[in-house]
């Protein structure tokens, strides 16, 4: 089990036990914690309950011993629209929104070569806006609801672990920052039975 004091929960205790909760799920781990604050906890380890997530619980046990310091919160100003979270600056912020077990207002694409644009960012946008008015350019057999657990392998284990380890840095544009991303939570959505939220064509 790893030890460290790097990853910080921040938020009410009902705000903190959901997040603890869904990191445990998205890593196949039990999440040992540490109140270090007001309306704060550390989480200081885990203990593997599924070894199938290996890869996900190595990026999390060099999260929890890294020499930065990682902060996650919900915060409705600074989640982006797209994917319901965000990550910048070593903090991960998610939209209130995934704190309830079903919503419909937002999605995932599932990203195919069509013709028009390729443009990730641009397709996702026209996605939410299509299924946020009943009426978009892709059928909603391409979309996939997204949720809390995999939100934080996206921001955390995906955008955060390839800050760690100096990819973010490199990648030659922000969708091949995506894309390493979407990788990570498309192996932790497929060991959950779910599909994948984009595809890597």
């Not at 990026?59 to 020499?67: A, M, N």
């Amino acid at each position: 089990m790893p030890i460290g004091e790097k990853i910080y929960v921040v938020g009410t205790g009902n705000d903190i036990k959901a997040i603890v909760k869904a990191l445990g799920y998205a890593t196949g781990s039990k999440i040992y914690t540490k109140r270090s604050g007001r309306n704060r906890i550390s989480i200081t380890g885990f203990h593997s309950n599924n070894s199938r997530f290996s890869e996900v619980q190595n990026r999390l046990s060099d999260l929890i011993q890294s020499s930065e310091n990682f902060r996650i919160k919900f915060d409705s100003q600074n989640s982006a629209l797209l994917g319901g979270g965000s990550y910048e600056n070593h903090t991960v912020s998610l939209d209130p929104k995934l704190k309830m077990k079903k919503h419909n207002s937002f999605y995932y694409i599932h990203y195919e070569k069509r013709g028009g644009t390729n443009n990730l960012l641009d397709r996702v946008s026209r996605s939410i806006a299509g299924a946020l008015l009943g009426t978009g350019s892709h059928h909603k057999r391409d979309e996939v609801l997204f949720n809390l657990w995999d939100t934080l392998t996206h921001e955390l284990i995906g955008h955060g672990h390839d800050d760690y380890s100096g990819k973010l840095r490199k990648f030659e544009s922000r969708d091949a920052a995506e894309w390493s991303a979407i990788r990570i939570t498309n192996k932790v959505r497929k060991l959950r039975g779910k599909k994948n939220r984009d595809s890597l064509k």
